[in-house]
């Protein structure tokens, strides 16, 4: 017996020992055969609740068949068979004839129209008590992350504090094996990290080093270079030195974030370059954020380092060099 046909025998086995049925019902041999093939050779795509919410489908186009919004009507076995041995023109589907048999084709038909289709079930549940996870609901604030529910990519700001305890829970407890969990319509499929920092001995302080050939073919180099502007106000200037000494660290010489050091922290500085955050932001909201800080971020309150004055001039040197700042309160 080959090993791939003994794996499969085995997961069968393993499926019908431990409860890992949907509880509707027991389902027939073949069905529970074609549930080991599925899990083996079509979750990657299709999920294991066969509904296409996977990290694979978001590069795929067109996307996999979600098999839970099909109508058992017109979706049939001889449909699935037909998929398993011609594949689909213009998709990512493949034949899978002569890498399964056809018994296992025609398992696997009879499995996703039964579990998905008819039933609507969510094929193997994991987490049971048989298979020693006792009181799984102590990890519900992370489900939303492993259901896809809430992309792992959403920024931290734009969570509720709970979700931000589920977050953390999913990323301490659940990712080794759910991976980033299942990709959203509003997930992003890249972002980029840096490697390593510090590079070369790189440092913001003055006199900078100058940069070689190789740290300035990175490409967070261009965010450590300050913007040239002429004809600066002393108050402007005054502001460009506070800034560059002692915000430019973690916020890049450009305030965009994207330096080393800034794309390392989770969340990310702030964009000061970024009109969606820019346009809702203002004077007194941002003298608040340096005098005081922002909570379960990485920026702290400055205002035992820094004077009113001097924030001010900080705010005034944004304005000019990254983005227009809302004059909503008094100018000092």
């Given at each position: 017996?080959?090993?791939?046909?003994?794996?499969i025998?085995?997961?069968?086995?393993l499926?019908?020992?431990?409860?890992?049925?949907?509880?509707?019902?027991?389902?027939?041999?073949?069905?529970?055969?074609?549930?080991?093939?599925?899990?083996f050779?079509?979750?990657?795509?299709?999920?294991?609740?066969?509904?296409?919410?996977?990290?694979?489908?978001t590069?795929?186009?067109?996307?996999p068949?979600?098999?839970?919004?099909?109508?058992?009507?017109?979706?049939?076995?001889?449909?699935?068979?037909?998929a398993?041995?011609?594949?689909?023109?213009?998709?990512?589907?493949?034949?899978?004839?002569?890498?399964?048999?056809?018994?296992?084709?025609?398992a696997?038909?009879?499995?996703?129209?039964?579990?998905?289709?008819?039933?609507?079930?969510?094929?193997?549940?994991?987490?049971?008590?048989?298979?020693?996870?006792?009181?799984?609901?102590?990890?519900?604030?992370?489900?939303?992350?492993?259901?896809?529910?809430?992309?792992?990519?959403?920024?931290?700001?734009?969570?509720?504090?709970?979700?931000?305890?589920?977050?953390?829970?999913?990323?301490?407890s659940?990712?080794?094996c759910?991976?980033?969990?299942?990709?959203?319509?509003?997930?992003?499929?890249?972002?980029?990290r840096p490697?390593?920092y510090?590079?070369?001995?790189?440092?913001?302080?003055?006199?900078?080093?100058?940069?070689?050939?190789m740290?300035?073919?990175?490409?967070?180099?261009?965010?450590?270079?300050?913007?040239?502007?002429?004809?600066m106000?002393?108050?402007?200037?005054?502001?460009?030195?506070?800034?560059?000494?002692?915000?430019?660290?973690?916020?890049?010489?450009?305030?965009?974030?994207?330096?080393?050091?800034?794309?390392?922290?989770?969340?990310?500085?702030?964009?000061?370059?970024?009109?969606?955050?820019?346009?809702?932001?203002?004077?007194?909201?941002?003298?608040?954020?340096?005098?005081?800080?922002?909570?379960?971020?990485?920026?702290?309150?400055?205002?035992?380092?820094?004077?009113?004055?001097?924030?001010?001039?900080?705010?005034?040197y944004i304005?000019?060099?990254?983005?227009?700042?809302?004059?909503?309160?008094?100018?000092?």
């Open positions: 017996m080959s090993s791939r046909r003994m794996l025998r085995l997961t069968t086995a499926l019908a020992g431990i409860s890992l049925l949907s509880p509707a019902s027991a389902a027939s041999p073949l069905i529970e055969e074609g549930r080991a093939v599925y899990n050779r079509c979750y990657f795509c299709h999920g294991y609740s066969g509904n296409g919410q996977t990290l694979a489908a590069y795929l186009n067109p996307k068949t979600n098999f839970q919004q099909a109508e058992p009507a017109s979706f049939t076995t001889a449909r699935v068979m037909a398993l041995q011609e594949g689909k023109a213009g998709t990512a589907m493949k034949p899978f004839a002569g890498i399964i048999s056809t018994r296992e084709m025609q696997v038909a009879e499995f996703v129209v039964d579990e998905f289709v008819r039933r609507k079930a969510e094929n193997t549940r994991y987490h049971t008590v048989e298979n020693g996870w006792p009181d799984h609901d102590r990890y519900r604030d992370a489900f939303p992350f492993a259901k896809g529910e809430i992309p792992l990519s959403r920024p931290w700001e734009n969570l509720s504090e709970r979700e931000s305890q589920g977050k953390r829970l999913y990323l301490s659940c990712v080794s759910h991976d980033r969990g299942a990709a959203t319509e509003d997930d992003i499929a890249w972002d980029s490697l390593s510090p590079r070369n001995n790189f440092s913001l302080a003055a006199p900078a080093p100058k940069i070689d050939a740290t300035s073919a990175s490409p967070y180099a261009l965010h450590d270079i300050p913007p040239k502007i002429a004809r106000t002393s108050r402007e200037r005054r502001g460009e030195k506070l800034f560059q000494v002692n915000c430019a660290f973690c916020h890049g010489a450009d305030g965009s974030g994207q330096n080393w050091i800034g794309k390392f922290m989770e969340p990310h500085p702030r964009n000061l370059r970024d009109p969606a955050f820019m346009r809702d932001a203002s004077r007194a909201t941002l003298s608040h954020a340096i005098r005081e800080g922002l909570p379960n971020t990485s920026m702290p309150a400055w205002k035992s380092v820094l004077k009113e004055a001097e924030i001010q001039s900080i705010i005034t304005n000019r060099a990254f983005h227009p700042v809302n004059e909503d309160a008094a100018k000092r």
